[in-house]
Every structure is written in C-alpha cells, then in structure tokens.
C-alpha cells in the first residue's frame, strides 16, 4: 500500500502490492541450451540477452535461426505485450514485446505472458527501472562472476500497482521520455558522423593541394608548410602541483587528457588548441577560450597573425598525432618533431570559414547531448518519484 509523490491529476487511490504470478499466468524460461546448430545468415530474428538493455530491445547484434528450430518452439512464441527479462548477465533489463516482434521466439530470458487481467505492460517494464526494484531484484540474484535470477523468484516478485488508467499513462509518459532521449541521441550521432565525413573531404587528402568539398569563392590551391611556421606559440605548458588543482575554482586547468579541474590562476589568455603530450591518450586535441592553466601535458598551439588557431584545431585533429609518440612506456609527443611535421594551409579567410564551420558543428554536437542528459535527469528523476 502507498501512494507515489508525483502523479497525474485525478488519482488519489492507494496502490496495491501484488505478486507477479497474480498477473501473469505463465511466468517461465525460453528456450535454454545450445541454440548454435540452427543459426543461420538470414532467418527468423533469435531474441537474445543482448537485445535487452535499459528497458528497449534493440538490434545491435542480431542472430537469426532456421525455420525448423523456429517451428519447434511455437509454443513460447512471444506476441505483442508478453514482457521479457534477462536472466543472466545484465539481470533484471526487460522489455516488453513490439507490434513489429509479434511470434518471436527467444534465448536464455525469462519470459512473462497470458496475463489474468488487464495490465500495462509499460507500467511494469518503466518499474523494473527504479531504484527499489533494482534493489528488490538484486536481492533474489545468484553467483559471483556471472549473475543470475531464476524464473521461479520472478514468479514471487511483488510489483506495485494502480487501476488501468493511471497505468497507461505512465507507461505513455516515459514512452514519450525515451522517445525524445533517442532522437536526440541519433541527432547526437548523425551530427558527429556529418563531421567527421566533413573532416575527411574539407581537408585535402595526401598529396593532394586542394580538397575535395570548399566554400564558394576560394579556387586557390592550399600551400604545404611545418606546423612550426604557422603558429606563434607551440609550445609545452607550465607546470602545476596536484594540490593546487581543485573541482571548483576561478579558471580551468588543461592537461593532456582534457579538463582536470580548477586553479586559482592563469597562464593563457585567448583562443588555444590543445595537443595531449603524454600517456595513453597522447595526441587528442582539445580547445580552450579565456583564461585558462595549461599544464606540461599539454603542447599549447596558438596561430601567428597569418593563420587561424579555430582551423589549426581541426586540421591538428585530422592528423592522427598519437602515431608520433615515442614508443615507450608512458607514451609522449615531442614538440621538436611536431613542429616539423608538414600539412597544407589555405588563405587565412578560408581557414576562417573552415574553423567556425566545424565549430557550429561541434556545438550542435553539444547542445543534443546537453539536452539528451537533461533528458536522462529528468527520467531518473520521474522513476523515483511517479512509483511507490
């Protein structure tokens, strides 16, 4: 009994605890032992473990199965609305079966089907997400290296529940939530697959003088210069004690792996791209504007008057640094060899136009995974709060 302490207008009851088995009358295992013989390159869609995570079935890896196989488990066909869980592995991640999957057949998951009343499966799947059934869930797992819950428990797994109505329609509401975090995330990554098509074509190939995708206006051909005759400052930064460098603070502290923290001073002020000197992300590249510390870590690139420091970031990022590295150990960048290292410039305007182009990219980047972890807020948020 209890009430959750967010919920739509118009619901006031109690909600009840119920078993599972109370819900469903048919709570068991699909298909468990080996399955290899009947995999086959085009078939019928095999549901596996590996297609349930964080509520969804997704196809990420897909394996199918002959037509005899399938035959022969026509009895734990799947239809749309059944429920399936993991049962080892990633336990507890479960799904509820889409319009598109109707008469599946599964893999090693405990499955929940022919239901004694009307439930929301929604309901339930958006529940298995809490912090209370997670933890419930935990407490009926199994083993040590791998995890596993056994269908048996599932049957006696208490869930809680309301009417129908306000059932549907908090299934519908974080429907509609993973529906917006998904197509910010596929904007999120068409964006990035856009730049780096983009990277690979506004910049010209080897052995090349121009590329292959340009602004109108610009016909000339790109010059081949060292990287040292186009930067004013390319050089290490400065060195910077652990204990200085703090989570909060007045300016962002550099190293070679990215943002380390904050400090309270400075030693650059402006537009500067970032090389990583040393250790196993040596040769990621970062950029920095204001105020900012950049420790020894990092070999900081400002470019001369003639030059754009926005475009050396790019075209830096298009060149695979981290082949350079001494081979050692602790890997690391020396910037004597970077700075005869060769590529080709265009005019200044054009850098211009490349650099600010890349950088709207960038941000668009940002602002879809700023709104997608927003997002991702929001649901945690909502599951603690819309469930008793």
């Keep these: 009994m209890g009430k959750p302490k967010i919920r739509f207008k118009g619901y006031e009851d109690d909600w009840e605890q119920r078993k599972l088995s109370d819900i469903y009358a048919s709570i068991g295992n699909a298909f468990v032992g080996t399955a290899t013989p009947y995999y086959v390159e085009s078939g019928h869609f095999y549901l596996e473990s590996n297609n349930i995570k964080d509520g969804q079935i997704n196809h990420n890896s897909e394996i199918f199965i002959n037509d005899e196989f399938y035959e022969k488990q026509k009895d734990k066909w799947l239809h749309t609305g059944d429920m399936v869980m993991v049962q080892s592995g990633h336990v507890g991640h479960a799904a509820v079966i889409p319009e598109e999957l109707d008469n599946s057949a599964a893999h090693a998951l405990i ?12 309901f339930l799947n958006y529940q298995y997400q809490t912090n209370k059934s997670k933890k419930k869930i935990e407490e009926i797992t199994t083993g040590n290296t791998i995890k596993h819950i056994l269908a048996s428990d599932m049957q006696e ?9 306000e059932q549907k329609k908090i ?19 068409e964006t990035k697959s856009l730049k780096k098509y983009m990277l690979q074509k506004m ?25 040292g005759e186009v930067a004013q400052e390319f050089k290490s930064g400065n060195s910077l004690k652990a204990d200085e460098i703090d989570i909060t603070g007045d300016y962002p502290v550099y190293g070679g792996n990215g943002l380390r923290g904050y400090t309270s001073t400075y030693n650059h002020d402006g537009e500067y791209a970032l090389i990583g000197r040393q250790g196993a992300l040596c040769g990621n590249m970062n950029y920095s504007v204001g105020k900012a510390y ?53 005019m200044k305007e054009e850098q211009q136009r490349i650099g600010w182009y890349f950088s709207n990219i960038d941000h668009l980047i940002t602002l879809h995974q700023h709104k997608c972890d927003e997002l991702q807020k929001l649901k945690k948020f909502m599951l603690q709060n819309m469930f008793v």
């Design 111 to 122: 499955m929940f089907r022919h239901p004694k009343e009307k439930i929301e499966p929604y």
């Design 157 to 165: 797994f208490v869930v809680d529940i309301t009417n129908y109505d």
């Design 171 to 189: 299934g519908s509401y974080f429907q509609k939530l993973d529906h917006l975090i998904t197509l910010h995330q596929r904007k999120c990554e």
């Design 203 to 227: 910049f010209p190939e080897n052995g090349n003088c121009v590329p292959k995708i340009r602004f109108s206006g610009f016909a000339d051909a790109w010059e081949q210069r060292k990287l």
């Design 294 to 346: 950049f420790t020894e870590h990092a070999v900081v690139v400002k470019a001369d008057e003639n030059n754009d420091t926005r475009f050396l970031y790019y075209m830096l990022d298009t060149m695979n640094l981290g082949q350079y590295s001494d081979q050692s150990a602790q890997p690391g960048l020396a910037v004597n060899k970077l700075v005869k290292l060769e590529n080709q410039f265009p």
